[in-house]
């Protein structure tokens, strides 16, 4: 369960919702200072300080110019041109910080989003270039190798929700117990699984709260039964490949015919 509060500290609440994470801000300590890894980290940090701290900020803005409006809610100005300036300059104030926050927000999603493809599981899952150059689409990396049968796994487990936060927008999933799904189940696998047509998700609920209930239309049901046919078929394979020979080591069963040495030509006195 995410602990952050999003009207306090919507950075860390945006980065434990999106990596799973109960501590954003140690998200680095577990690289070494010279790996890729470590420095995307230190950045997510960094992005989720930054739109705290002016989140903070636009609060504490937004409250003192509650208190330059009050007397003009009460009409209590005398409508000179010099008495409305202290109004101006606090809403100004307010813009200023709110369009700063905007733009931090922005950062951060992009921080995370980089931080995620330099994951392993996300690299395994990765085409090459030349894989995306020929199915025309930047997304494939969404639903390649295992990802996107981890998401239809998920979806018939039960009770699978994607959600819009109303506060700053991302997508994220929960499960039936309201709690984040497995992390390897990401919002852009499920939305390219619902356009090829292999999820639905129910618009009739609201995208914020309950979230849309996922399900596993027909065409999703035939890749489930395709999987679950294919892998059982494909590791069997590989286990006869790979095992030793029974019965050259046992001497059981039909031998192969050991042919017999060549017949010395008779000599002719």
Not at 228 to 246: D, E, G, I, K, Y
């Amino acid at each position: 369960m995410n602990s952050h509060d999003p009207t306090e500290r919507p950075g860390a609440h945006l980065v434990a919702e999106q990596l799973g994470v109960t501590d954003p801000y140690t998200l680095n300590i577990a690289y070494r200072p010279g790996d890729p890894l470590y420095r995307a980290a230190t950045h997510v940090i960094g992005a989720a300080h930054e739109l705290d701290e002016l989140h903070n900020r636009v609060s504490h803005a937004a409250r003192a110019t509650l208190e330059v409006l009050e007397p003009v809610a009460r009409g209590e100005f005398t409508g000179a041109p010099d008495a409305y300036e202290p109004v101006r300059s606090a809403v100004r104030q307010v813009e200023q910080l709110a369009s700063r926050q905007n733009r931090a927000y922005e950062r951060l999603t992009e921080v995370i989003f980089v931080y995620r493809r330099l994951l392993p599981e996300a690299n395994a899952a990765q085409p090459s270039r030349e894989e995306v150059r020929g199915h025309g689409r930047s997304d494939v990396w969404a639903v390649a190798g295992e990802r996107g049968l981890d998401a239809l796994r998920a979806v018939e487990a039960g009770e699978l929700r994607f959600h819009r936060s109303a506060v700053y927008g991302y997508a994220y999933l929960s499960d039936g117990h309201g709690q984040r799904p497995n992390p390897g189940v990401w919002p852009e696998t499920v939305q390219q699984l619902v356009t090829e047509g292999l999820l639905e998700q129910d618009t009739r609920e609201s995208i914020y709260r309950p979230g849309q209930l996922l399900s596993l239309t027909a065409l999703g049901q035939a890749a489930l039964r395709d999987a679950r046919t294919t892998q059982p078929r494909v590791f069997a394979a590989l286990s006869r490949s790979n095992a030793p020979s029974h019965h050259a080591a046992t001497g059981d069963g039909p031998r192969a015919p050991v042919p017999e040495p060549p017949s010395k030509p008779s000599r002719s006195r």
